[in-house]
């Protein structure tokens, strides 16, 4: 800024153009100035040979100057325009934010209170200051449901002083119900204007507790929260057909096949396995004679594993045991890898066809954790730090015995899943192979296409029933669905994994080689998923079993590959 070409001082120049020159612009939004306005403006520029920039910035009032009134500059603006069009454009630029910005800024919990007290007060006080027209308040750009306090918006900002008393300055108003979103069906309560039609405050946002102080608006509830009244429901209907001398498993079946209770499950499962007769006069002796019989085989096999044609059983048992969950401290407890131990080694010794084979060791887990919750109140989600040895020996004798007959039965019905080629295994990924080519043949194409063989992901599915694929607390309430379908986990659990392979579509899709495929599929994202995932995929299972399972020829394939 010190000179110009020539050694010239730029202020110096002869310019019409002098800085601080307001030209007018004519826009498509705002009307436009009166002819005479501009022209003066000219005028007045050009009468003015300004030599300096002394002189200058001598005869220049800038708009944030502190001597200058801003009502003065309001009115003089509002002279020089068409005030009626200002007005209109005015109203609507502003019932556009209101309608855009409702609900977008969140008032924190103090805030939110020290507002309360104020804001009756402060309606008031604007009453009675709004009689008089020309001291009107006109509703600035800020939220509906939000105004700032004069001492806030007259330039207290300069030094600080704004920032400190933000949150005394801020009080809640009502917003005018001739504006508001969905007025006619809104109502006052609490201070708190409550859009009755659209059931939620504001209009848009995930809810009142991100949002806003919870103590001080409406209760909401929502669908995927469990609603206590039908839990409680639930219960009552289980516990009803449990208290019944004879027990009807068929409706049994159907009342667990949703999804059993916490209370409640372990004598279900007991009852759908077979464990338990259905008679409540004998199920007492059943089970102390069952419980009595395994004992037994402890002390008649258990001291075999010592002996050299056991040792090999014995010895790969020992290694998978710490190997079950290991993340979980539950199951890291000496005394719980005692028990598993005594269950696998008896079940391989009492099976010689199959004998001990790896995954079995996970199939103990759901059944030790459904059995424990009888003497623990903590929750399926809560008990991995449960210290078993709190429990009495007695208590601890029932829980093994328990889950040695219940997995015994459950392994009845897929045996051939563990004997020699696992012959079992083999069927059903054939059979799986074919329901996906059927149901999703773009997803069966990729999967040829980039020479990813179903053995390679879903034998572990079979061996281990989706149990790696799963937390535990899914996989016990998909075991609830698996005892009330007939040959449940035999035949059922090959449709959801047609229905979990199918979830992942999309992504599958999305990879582009072989490593990206099974890396997915590997290590899919279940960790956080709750019951209701499990829910939705049994539903789609079943909708596969409905449509296939009395078709089979549906299912033939003349690929000969």
């Known amino acids: 800024m010190a000179s110009g070409g020539g050694g010239k001082m730029f202020w110096k120049q002869k310019s019409p153009k002098v800085p601080g020159n307001v030209t007018p612009v004519f826009g498509a939004q705002y009307p436009p100035m009166q002819p005479s306005y501009a022209t003066n403006q000219s005028k007045d520029v050009k009468a003015h040979g300004y030599k ?85 308040q006109y509703p600035s750009v800020a939220p509906s449901n939000i105004e700032l306090d004069n001492n806030r918006s007259r330039g207290q900002h300069a030094g600080g002083s704004g920032a400190e008393n933000s949150k005394d300055n801020i009080t809640t108003k009502r917003p005018d119900l001739s504006t508001s979103p969905g007025s006619s069906d809104g109502k006052w309560q609490d201070d708190v204007f409550v859009d009755v039609g659209r059931q939620h405050y504001p209009p848009h946002g995930p809810g009142l507790g991100v949002r806003q102080c919870v103590s001080s608006r409406p209760t909401i509830r929502y669908g995927a929260i469990p609603i206590p009244d039908q839990e ?17 498993l068929e409706s049994l079946r159907k009342l667990t096949w949703s999804g059993s209770c916490y209370s409640v499950r372990p004598t279900e499962w007991k009852l759908l396995l077979g464990y338990l007769p259905p008679n409540k006069d004998r199920q007492e002796e059943t089970l102390l004679r069952k419980r009595e019989e395994y004992f037994g085989f402890i002390d008649q096999y258990y001291h075999t594993r010592d002996q050299e044609f056991n040792q090999t059983t014995y010895r790969q048992i020992h290694i998978d045991i710490p190997r079950t969950n290991p993340l979980v401290p539950l199951f890291q407890q000496p005394i719980v890898q005692e028990i598993f131990e005594r269950i696998l080694y008896i079940w391989a010794i009492r099976h010689p066809a199959s ?6 060791n996970d199939l103990v887990t759901p059944f030790f954790v459904v059995f424990l919750s009888e003497y623990c109140d903590l929750g399926l989600k809560y008990m991995n730090e449960f210290e078993v040895s709190r429990l009495s020996e007695e208590q601890v004798r029932q829980i093994e015995a328990d889950s040695f007959w219940c997995m015994s039965k459950l392994l009845d019905g897929i045996q051939d899943n563990y004997t020699f080629a696992q012959p079992g295994i083999q069927m059903k990924v054939k059979a799986l192979r074919e329901l996906v080519k059927r149901v999703n043949e773009n997803l069966h194409n990729l999967l040829e296409k980039h020479s990813v063989e179903y053995l390679q992901f879903t034998f572990r599915w079979m061996n281990n029933l989706l149990m790696r694929e799963l937390p535990l607390h899914c996989t016990i309430r998909l075991w609830d669905t698996y005892m009330s379908e007939p040959d449940g986990f035999a035949t059922f659990h090959r449709y959801v994994c047609a229905a979990f392979l199918m979830l992942w579509d999309e992504d599958i899709q999305r990879e582009k080689d072989f490593q990206g495929i099974m890396i997915l599929l590997q290590n899919l994202p279940t960790l956080h998923w709750m019951d209701s995932d499990i829910g939705m995929l049994v539903a789609e299972a079943y909708r596969l079993k409905c449509l296939f399972a009395n078709a089979p020829k549906h299912l033939d394939s003349t690929d000969t590959s």
Do not use: C
Not at 232 to 248: P, S
Not at 355 to 360: A, E, H, K, L
């Open 232 to 248: 409680e429901t639930k219960i009552r209907k289980h516990k009803q057909l449990l208290d019944q001398t004879n027990i009807d």
């Open 52 to 136: 300096t920039f002394d002189d200058f910035e001598m005869d220049t009032n800038d708009a944030w100057d502190i001597d200058v009134n801003d009502d003065e500059l309001l009115s003089i603006g509002l002279g020089k325009v068409w005030s009626k069009d200002v007005e209109i454009a005015t109203k609507r630029v502003l019932d556009k934010h209101r309608r855009d910005s409702a609900g977008q800024h969140e008032l924190n919990s103090n805030s939110f209170r020290n507002t309360q007290k104020h804001s009756r007060h402060h309606r008031h006080q604007n009453q009675e200051n709004n009689t008089d027209p020309s001291s009107r």
């Open 355 to 360: 004998g001990y084979v790896q995954g079995i």
